[in-house]
């Protein structure tokens, strides 16, 4: 049996991970959190660790991990609550979980994002360099551990358990109205249950590697397109009004590595229809 840790369990990617692990018999999970409101109405109390980034000292941790999973971040809209903070957890707390995983021979796998890039091009691979022109991107840049963890950029969809901040959240919330869907801004990401089954693939396959992977979805959708799949996957009764913005946004991702093709990762339709 293999005992993983995840970091950040009640956030919008953290819970759905920590729940797509407990319900494998092959894992001791354990998982950190906040909140303990969050935490304790939604998972097992004796395998919650109350931690936080903010104040706490990861060494203080226990080491008898396989895998860390770190699912903590700030996301785009709460990047200016306190922007010390973010950029704090963003970009300098990676490195400490990363140092700590690799001082004590745990496997770490930590998440960034397509934001890293402009948008102006699209399909960007491993090699683009990096050129984000807001603040999100730029702390999220500077908090890749090259060569310490196993690093999947990528960008996330799925639904939270105590904000309403993400993009199914929002759509939900319009259930009956008249919205933009945007033509001409385009997404190849993932969602969160297909992030942890990722996850899953790689422990159980031996696919960790300390490198820097893209891993996206087979399509490149709109969010036009995206905002008729919330549609008919959540019969919200939308009026997608066809909508194009001045400039451009395409983050699509590409990889010059095989770890995606490996994965086998389903199509935007097909994972949308798959979230519970």
Known sequence: ??????????GMLGNTVVKHFINNKNYDVHFTYRNEKVAFDNFDKNKAIKFDSLTDDINNLNTDFDYVINCIGIIKPFMFNNMRDSIFINSIFPWNAANWCKTNNIKFIHITTDCVFDGLKGKYNELDEHNAL????????????????????????????????????????????????????????ITTKQ??????????????????????????????????????????????????????????????????????????????????
């Open 134 to 189: 807001d603040e999100y991107g730029k702390s999220k840049s500077l908090g890749e551990p090259r060569g310490k963890c196993m690093i999947l950029r990528t960008s996330i969809i799925g639904e939270e358990i105590h904000k309403n901040a993400s993009l199914i959240s929002w759509a939900k919330s319009q259930r009956g109205k008249s919205v933009n869907g945007f033509l001409n801004h385009f997404w190849n990401g």
């Open 195 to 276: 992030y942890a089954i990722i996850c899953e693939n790689i422990i159980e396959n031996n696919l960790y590697q300390e490198d820097l992977f893209h891993i996206h979805s087979k399509d490149i959708v709109s969010k036009y397109q995206m905002l008729e799949y919330f549609n008919e996957k959540y019969d919200l009764n939308l009026k997608i009004k066809p909508y194009i913005t001045n400039p451009i946004c395409d983050r699509s991702l590409s990889s010059i590595k095989e770890l995606c093709s490996k994965l086998d990762i389903p199509t935007v339709k097909e994972q949308i229809n798959n979230l519970e």
């Open 1 to 10: 049996m293999k005992k993983i840790l995840i970091l950040g369990g009640t």
